[in-house]
């Protein structure tokens, strides 16, 4: 492989830090200068089922890649399913009194449990142990784990502290005693240039933050829970309003009424808990109140599976609600465009005073990456139209001007009473069911849509400006079209992505989608649903899609395997 | 400040001798006792009868949607603490369609006034049984009667929390007023269950048909001052006696209490100049 990637593996028992011990393993390499992104698999249970964690780590890696060359098994489960993963000169670490391996390979057997016995270390420690161990099969040294250690469990006393740099040790020591021949797969140092590791869900919270939101609402819901957490957790630190409400219902209807008050109001939630938005969303469009939406999608209908992946809400998103309003919706590709577009949602919320809807899916937003330190010069907070001052007369909230837009003002200012009304109304905002008022109060909030598109940016092509094969996606695929593509340096293809997905087709991406080589459609979801926005709104039927909607990411290895079939038939 | 002060352009639609005329001369009254002017004041409504009220009073108004008034009204004041604010709905609002966000306000105690306008039935909708219609309430949906065990609203408010918890009378304007005046003061969640003729669709529970029973707590020297004997009057028989004024009052913390971010200056009014991520950031390093 061109970029000379290592993936490693943890696998084990729920609620035995599996993924815990990632993300340890993640930050030491993400601090000795790697790039890498990593991905967890686990059923929806909080004891027992198997968990596992996926790390890829390179001097370049957009997404985390198969064939696995390190496997941690915790448990026997753990061999058993993945044994298949494993590239022909993988290792394997396993606690030999409990695992057996058929011999593949190469076998590191460290008896975890013994070591963890004899520091008198609990269960859980026994994944200290492992990360020690595996940092000492790839070549690592082992002071970016102690300094870890230390740093992480400093809150909880230096008893846990002790123990766990006794496990990191004995683990690590095992391995450098017992196995004295190099792994195939050796670390190194790189170069340290700035970097954080952070997952998608944390990566929106900063944006928010960020981008100026003061309230947020949500309830919980897998995979938008960890972001939750974040803000409720964060947020109040930068003044900002955290609630937990008592049903999703609640959540966006209180947003909205927040964001009447002023507010800059975001939700977070998933599918299933948005479904319980839909009304709302319509009560936003109507009063015209901004607020972001974040969802989270996983795979449906109804509870579906609850810790997998896709992207099969646009079309549910696009119309949600009864009749016809203006939205945008927003689909960051990874941690990096989390940041940034999400405080781009906030400013086109108020900017335009509708709903915005940033769409992630549980890859994007428990996955962990690499990315570059978050440039916050870079955000800036615009709050759209407000009256600076009152020239006598009624304020009219809802008057009708050539762009779709009525300057807002604060409720509570002297002399500019409104009413925020989820009837249709005239421009003061009085209910009405005068057939001239409503045409022209639709035709107002539609035209909103015009004025907006002219600032949304284009979609962004990666590789060759000319190319035989065009790959469109949109969202969370972009990391593994990436490195698919970085395989395949002798192959005619590059990739346009689409994060600004509704209104479609924003600026450019009509003239790019037609002077495009063959079109290949990639996403989540089974009927196509971006696919369709090109044949419907361009008039461009694509060449071929590649469709998944089991629940897991794209692997590189298949898009590569599907560009190589299709530019062989060119 | 005089409550015609409080007028908009357009007439009440409701029909003549509904309760609602008599609910709406109170909260004026009331805003004007309590010195706010209209731009002082965030009134929020659900969808009904009592939802077209919206159009009826000057103020910053936010008419929601069926049921969802409540969680607004939570919005507009964790926002801006400084409005006064007030819900208003229906029983379909409040008990039906927003059971579970009224139940949670009460939990709240959010320091906000909710006046419910109780005529027991949907008018709006021309005439179905709401949750606090009385067992036997023929309707177009219930042509053999009402089915189930009504709703108790002032019971569901004892016994989930409230902090304020009142029966007001249409037929009694002067003392829904000060009830309306005492709820704006209560420092926390203000329930006003206000029983409202309904002449067009329910002709029964006329003001005739509520004098005969209503009677206030206050002058029979009761103190509104333990939950047991509040839960006890919210249990009196409805078609025989029907206590108005204040059933129970206590001070509790508040839900803007437990939200250090809005304990000096509105959300609203924050600075949004000032944010700086990087500090956070380094420990993502």
Known sequence: ?570 | MKPEDFNTSVFPTWCPGCGNFAIWAALKSALVKLNLPPHKNALVFGIGCSGNFANFVKGNIFHSLHGRALPAAIGIKLANHELNVIAIGGDGDGFAEGLAHTLETIRSNVNLTYIVHDNHVYSLTTGQTSPTSVPGFKTKTTPEGAFEYPINPLALAVSAGGTYVARGFAGDIPHLTDLIVQGVWHRGFSLIDVMQPCPTFNPELSYDWYRQRVYRLEANGYVPDNRFRAWEITQEPFDQKIATGVLYEEDRLILEDSYPQISKIPLVKKDLSGIDISKMLEQYK
């Open chain 1, 1 to 570: 492989m061109k970029l000379n990637t290592i993936t490693i593996k943890i696998g084990g028992e729920a609620g035995f830090g599996i993924k815990v011990a990632g993300a340890t393993l993640a930050k030491i390499f993400s601090r000795a200068g790697y790039q890498l992104d990593d991905y967890t698999e686990y059923p929806s249970l909080i004891r027992g089922g198997h968990n596992a964690y996926e790390l890829t780590i390179g001097e370049k890696v957009y997404h985390h890649v198969r064939p696995v060359n390190l496997l941690i098994a915790l448990n026997q489960q753990t061999v058993d399913l993945h044994v298949s993963e494993l590239s022909p000169d993988a290792g394997i670490i396993f606690d030999p009194d409990k695992v057996k391996v058929a011999p593949q390979g190469r076998s590191f057997p460290v008896p975890f449990s013994k070591l963890v016995k004899d520091i008198n270390g609990s269960e859980l420690t026994k994944n200290t142990v492992a990360v020690g161990a595996a940092l000492a099969v790839l070549g690592a040294n082992i002071e970016g784990l102690l300094d870890l250690l230390r740093q992480t469990f400093s809150k909880k006393g230096s008893a846990v502290v002790d123990i766990n740099i006794k496990a990191a040790n004995a683990g690590y020591r095992y391995v450098k005693s017992n196995f004295p021949d190099p792994f195939a797969y050796q670390v190194k140092s790189l170069d340290t240039t700035p970097q954080i590791y952070i997952t998608g869900n944390e990566a929106v919270g900063f944006g928010a933050i960020a981008g100026g939101c003061s309230a947020f609402f949500a309830y919980p819901m897998t995979p938008a829970t960890s972001l939750m957490e974040f803000m409720m957790k964060v947020a109040p630190k930068f003044g900002v309003l955290a609630r937990q409400c008592e049903d999703e219902i609640s959540v966006l209807n209180s947003a909205i009424g927040a964001g009447f008050a002023g507010a800059r109001s975001m939700v977070a939630t998933s599918g299933g808990g948005y479904s319980l938005m839909v009304e709302a969303t319509g009560l936003s469009g109507m009063t015209e109140t901004p607020v972001v939406v974040f969802l989270a999608q996983r795979p449906g209908p109804a509870t579906g599976l609850p810790t997998w992946s896709g992207q099969a809400d646009l079309r549910f998103v696009m119309h949600a609600a009864q009749d016809e309003f203006p939205r945008v919706i927003v689909a960051p590709g990874d941690a990096e465009e989390c940041f940034y577009h999400t405080a781009a949602a906030l400013n086109l919320a108020e900017k335009y005073q509708l709903p915005v809807f940033v769409l992630s899916d549980k890859n994007l937003a428990e996955g962990g990456k690499t990315v570059a330190v978050f440039d916050q010069s870079k955000i800036k907070i615009e709050r759209g139209e407000w009256l600076s001052e009152l020239s006598g007369g009624e304020y009219l909230r809802y008057k009708l001007t050539s762009t779709g837009v009525s300057p807002r003002v604060l409720p509570g200012t002297e002399g500019a009473l409104q009413i925020g009304n989820s009837d249709e109304h005239d421009e003061f905002g009085y209910s009405t069911d005068s057939g001239d008022m409503r045409t022209q109060q639709m035709e107002k909030r539609m035209k909103k849509m015009e004025t907006l598109l002219k600032e949304l940016p284009p979609p962004i092509l990666y590789g060759p400006q000319k190319a035989d094969l065009t790959i469109v996606s949109w969202g969370s695929n972009k990391g593994a079209i990436l490195q698919a593509m970085e395989e395949l340096p002798g192959v005619s293809v590059n990739f346009l992505h689409f994060i600004y997905v509704w209104p479609f087709p924003t600026p450019e991406a009509g003239r790019l989608i037609r002077e495009a080589g063959k079109l290949l459609v990639i996403e989540q979801n089974f009927s196509g649903q971006f696919e369709g926005l090109i044949r419907q709104y361009v008039g461009r039927a694509p060449d071929a899609h590649l469709r998944k909607y089991d629940g897991r990411p794209f692997w590189p290895h298949e898009i590569a395997t599907e560009i190589k079939r299709i530019t062989k038939g060119f």
